[in-house]
């Protein structure tokens, strides 16, 4: 035997003696059965695993997830003696349900973003942090595409950006912050990937102000994709003239306004939440210091 399997044999051997004292001395048990203590269930689970992957010994957490699902599939329809008819109808129901759903987002999503007039614009320091953000998402949407087409239209070479036009009072360069800051490293996006952060931003911004549109966005079960929809709806607005983005898909067929919008509210939704719990907490928020103060101080002068 080798230096590490004699170690292995001489841990399980202790084991098993330490775990049959502790049953019997301490648990009471009239015997143990050792031949119990060892790992074959765990080994034919994985070999389920395995022969699910092709036969394949070596698999990966991808494969593991997936054939775990199968494996609950059919002990579900082993031990819970669902029909083939029952399945079918409740895979119905379930399709009604999303289309449903889908509607209800679309006619939500209409309505958000005919309410939308874009009151608010980015100051010089929200353009700058918009650029440097912008920059993120695409590199993090090129990282999972990982497509050449992408990283053309997403990321500038040149570093090259106009002024932002939205006022006339608003001339500055949104490049600042991030050539102070970078160090070669920073991806720098082209001026489709900051324009469209840009109307994203003053989306999100009107919606979180507007205590109607709030609580409409609040109260759809899926505010990522509602925000994605009504991002679709608004990327072509007079506002900005006759479709400023352009063409959305890259020549491999990615859509470049999902990518960025859903990585966009992934930024702002965090912050947004933290917002929303600190306002619901702010009605007795003051209180709650109070007593937290009161309680350290009676704390702290008993023991004295």
């Given at each position: ?16 003696a ?14 143990v ?19 699910l ?8 957490m991808?494969?593991v ?18 029909t ?11 399709d ?16 958000i ?35 050449d ?17 939205l006022?006339?009072?608003l ?33 999100f ?18 505010q ?39 990585r966009?509210?992934n ?38």
């Amino acid at each position: 035997m080798s230096k590490e399997t004699f170690l292995a044999l001489r841990h399980t051997c202790l084991a098993l003696a330490d775990c049959a004292v502790f049953l019997l001395d301490r648990r009471g048990f009239q015997y143990v059965l050792l031949g119990q203590l060892q790992s074959d269930a765990l080994e034919s689970r994985f070999g389920w695993f395995r022969q699910l992957s092709g036969a394949n010994y070596y698999i990966s957490m991808r494969q593991v997830m997936e054939s775990d699902k199968k494996i609950r599939t059919l002990s579900l329809l082993k031990f819970s003696h669902f029909t083939l008819a029952e399945l079918e109808q409740t895979t119905i129901d379930s399709d009604d349900q999303s289309q449903n759903n889908t509607t209800d987002v679309d006619k939500l999503a209409d309505s958000i973003a005919d309410a939308i007039g874009y009151l608010h614009s980015p100051s010089s320091n929200d353009a700058n942090i918009i650029y440097y953000v912008s920059g993120a998402i695409a590199r993090s949407a090129i990282q999972s595409t990982k497509c050449d087409s992408c990283k053309d239209l997403l990321i500038s070479n040149d570093g090259f950006l106009e002024p932002l036009e939205l006022d006339d009072s608003l001339q500055y360069s949104a490049t600042t912050f991030l050539d102070a800051i970078n160090r070669g490293g920073l991806s720098r996006p082209t001026e489709y990937t900051f324009m469209l952060c840009v109307n994203c931003w003053r989306v999100f911004e009107e919606v979180r102000a507007s205590v109607e549109l709030r609580q409409q966005f609040l109260q759809a079960t899926n505010q990522r994709q509602l925000f994605i929809h009504v991002i679709d709806r608004l990327t072509t607005s007079h506002l900005y003239g006759p479709d400023v983005f352009g063409d959305n898909f890259c020549i491999k067929g990615h859509d470049l306004k999902q990518l960025v919008s859903w990585r966009f509210f992934n930024c702002v939704s965090k912050n947004f939440a933290k917002e929303l719990t600190t306002r619901a907490c702010s009605s007795d928020g003051q209180r709650g210091k109070q007593r937290q103060k009161i309680a350290k101080l009676q704390s702290a002068t008993g023991h004295y």
